[in-house]
């Protein structure tokens, strides 16, 4: 757990009638600007992408998973540089993250439609139109091998043990990454669910499409339709929820091939798609 992830503060504990004080610890939330800087070597141009709220820790993995599943680079190769900021305000240095595209990389800008600022719990309200989203998800066509109920089935507790900011502070999201044995192998931890899968997704960007396939999400809340959009676009065929999937996740789940569990508990679960 990063320590900037958690902040201890001094509370009133009302119980069976008596008030104590004591300390608590919350879990860290703040703004992240990302800007980047893009364009021809002569011709640069530099602007402000988006602001998220998030736990700090991980920041580029949270920048490069973002990229990666909004579509903005195709890998981790057309990224020149990622780094903190120092040419801001002092109390804004370690909160605004410059990203370098590679100046052969064409992107255009008046595609990315996105409100500047998003919420802790929105990955997706910036976006032009859903169609959008949907129209740039890869289809995974490949038959996968499930693990055994037992092995699905014994995730959520593993999880539980690896959330430490969640122990101290029962406020904050989990993506995790297991193999099809059941070992959890990489697990982020976020105010915002949509950033705790970016962070994922850049951890473990430099796994290949074989490694992906052998793979499967798992998330520690509800199963939201841009927690697919991102787990699509990172390649993964699998994805577990402890929580309830909406209609539109599952919908864009089958029409992407990605099969889903929901309601993950010890004792069941739903299968989707």
């Not at 902040?7 to 703004?31: H, N």
């Not at 490949?142 to 693990?147: D, V, Y």
């Given at each position: 757990?990063?320590?900037?992830?958690?902040?201890q503060?001094s509370?009133q504990?009302?119980?069976?009638?008596?008030?104590?004080?004591?300390s608590d610890?919350?879990?860290?939330e703040e703004?992240?600007?990302?800007?980047?800087?893009?364009?021809?070597?002569?011709?640069?141009?530099?602007?402000?992408?988006?602001?998220?709220?998030?736990?700090?820790?991980?920041?580029?993995?949270?920048?490069?998973?973002?990229?990666?599943?909004?579509?903005?680079?195709?890998s981790?190769?057309?990224?020149k540089?990622?780094w903190?900021?120092?040419?801001?305000?002092?109390e804004?240095?370690?909160?605004t993250?410059k990203?370098?595209?590679?100046?052969?990389?064409?992107?255009?800008?008046?595609?990315?439609?996105?409100?500047?600022?998003?919420?802790?719990?929105c990955?997706?309200?910036?976006k032009?139109?859903?169609e959008?989203?949907?129209?740039?998800?890869?289809?995974?066509?490949?038959?996968?091998e499930?693990?055994?109920?037992?092995?699905?089935?014994?995730?959520?507790?593993?999880?539980?043990?690896?959330?430490?900011?969640?122990?101290?502070?029962?406020?904050?999201?989990?993506?995790?990454?297991?193999?099809?044995?059941g070992?959890i192998?990489?697990?982020?931890?976020?105010?915002?669910?949509?950033?705790?899968?970016?962070?994922?997704v850049?951890?473990?960007?430099?796994?290949?499409?074989?490694?992906?396939?052998?793979?499967?999400?798992l998330l520690?809340?509800?199963?939201?339709?841009?927690?697919?959009q991102k787990?699509?676009?990172?390649?993964?065929?699998?994805?577990?929820?402890?929580?309830a999937?909406?209609?539109?996740?599952?919908?864009?789940?089958?029409d992407?091939?990605?099969?889903?569990?929901g309601?993950?508990?010890?004792?069941?679960?739903?299968m989707?798609c």
């Amino acid at each position: 757990m990063n320590k900037s992830s958690v902040q201890q503060v001094s509370i009133q504990r009302i119980q069976a009638g008596k008030t104590e004080l004591e300390s608590d610890l919350l879990v860290v939330e703040e703004p992240l600007q990302i800007l980047l800087r893009y364009g021809p070597e002569d011709e640069r141009k530099e602007m402000s992408l988006s602001v998220t709220m998030r736990t700090p820790g991980q920041d580029f993995e949270l920048v490069l998973g973002f990229l990666l599943t909004e579509g903005i680079v195709e890998s981790a190769n057309q990224i020149k540089q990622i780094w903190h900021c120092t040419s801001v305000k002092p109390e804004e240095q370690g909160n605004t993250v410059k990203v370098e595209l590679d100046s052969n990389l064409i992107w255009d800008s008046s595609r990315f439609s996105r409100n500047f600022y998003m919420s802790s719990s929105c990955g997706v309200c910036g976006k032009s139109s859903i169609e959008a989203v949907m129209q740039n998800c890869p289809i995974n066509s490949r038959k996968i091998e499930l693990p055994d109920n037992q092995i699905l089935m014994q995730l959520p507790d593993a999880l539980r043990e690896k959330q430490l900011a969640f122990r101290f502070t029962g406020g904050i999201h989990a993506a995790a990454l297991f193999n099809f044995k059941g070992e959890i192998e990489y697990v982020r931890e976020d105010v915002g669910r949509h950033n705790a899968m970016d962070k994922l997704v850049g951890a473990t960007h430099g796994l290949n499409q074989e490694e992906r396939q052998k793979m499967g999400v798992l998330l520690s809340g509800r199963l939201s339709f841009e927690l697919i959009q991102k787990i699509a676009m990172a390649g993964f065929p699998l994805v577990c929820s402890i929580g309830a999937p909406s209609s539109l996740a599952i919908k864009l789940a089958s029409d992407a091939g990605i099969r889903v569990v929901g309601f993950l508990k010890p004792d069941r679960f739903n299968m989707y798609c």
